[in-house]
Every structure is written in structure tokens, then in C-alpha cells.
Nanobody, 124 residues
């Protein structure tokens, strides 16, 4: 089993930045992909970023504006999400996910493990 714990969320003003962290523990040998997804009231789950743990390759949604960057520190079993120029529309619960897919698809259903989430609230 894999456990994921997110941290780094909080309340910020429009234009601010945050760095979210996701620490993985347990049996992670079969984890090949990790990603960040978000969900807010009245809106379904939305993929934010996906990364291959071994290769380091990343994937972002076409709707992205270059304000999000995912990275990983394999020595710490931790994945990060840097978010800049935050807007009120970015307000959501951000979840970390992990799975064993080889190609790291940008699809939440492909991931087996999920954290409990960290709240990001952006106000103007």
C-alpha cells in the first residue's frame, strides 16, 4: 500500500504563489507516475500536472497558462507543485495521486492511490 500526504496549501491573495508538497510512503516500488488534481464545488475533478517519477517527464493540460510546474525529489519520495500568479479560479482542494502506469496518462482513473488533499483558497 502507498500513502500520500499533501501539504503547503493555504489562503493567499490574487497574484500570490504557493508550493504544494506530496510525500509518499509505504511500498512505492511499483509507483511510476504521480500527479496533482484539483476539485472545487460545482466542478469536477481537474488534472493539473502529471510526472514520471523515473524519467522526470511532465504533462500539463492544454488549458494551462504556464503558471503550474510539477517536480520531484526522488531521494525524499516527494513531488512538488509550484503555482504562481494565483487567481480566484484556482481555489480548490488539491489532491496528490500515484499509480503504476508506464506512460503516466493525464487521467485520474489511471491512478490507484490518493491523498486526502490540501486546500488552496485565493481571494482578491
Amino acid at each position: 500500500q502507498v500513502q500520500l500526504v499533501e501539504s503547503g496549501g493555504g489562503s493567499v491573495q490574487t497574484g500570490g504563489s504557493l508550493r504544494l508538497s506530496c510525500a509518499a510512503s509505504g511500498y512505492t516500488a511499483d509507483v511510476n507516475c504521480m500527479g496533482w488534481f484539483r476539485q472545487s464545488p460545482g466542478k469536477g475533478r481537474e488534472g493539473v500536472a502529471v510526472i514520471s517519477i523515473r524519467r522526470g517527464t511532465t504533462t500539463y493540460p492544454d488549458s494551462g497558462k504556464g503558471r503550474f510546474r510539477i517536480s520531484r525529489d526522488n531521494a525524499k519520495n516527494t513531488v512538488y507543485l509550484q503555482v504562481n500568479s494565483l487567481e480566484t479560479e484556482d481555489t480548490a482542494m488539491y489532491y496528490c495521486a500515484a499509480g503504476g502506469s508506464y506512460w503516466c496518462p493525464f487521467t485520474g482513473s489511471e491512478y490507484n492511490y490518493w491523498g486526502k488533499g490540501t486546500q488552496v483558497t485565493v481571494s482578491s
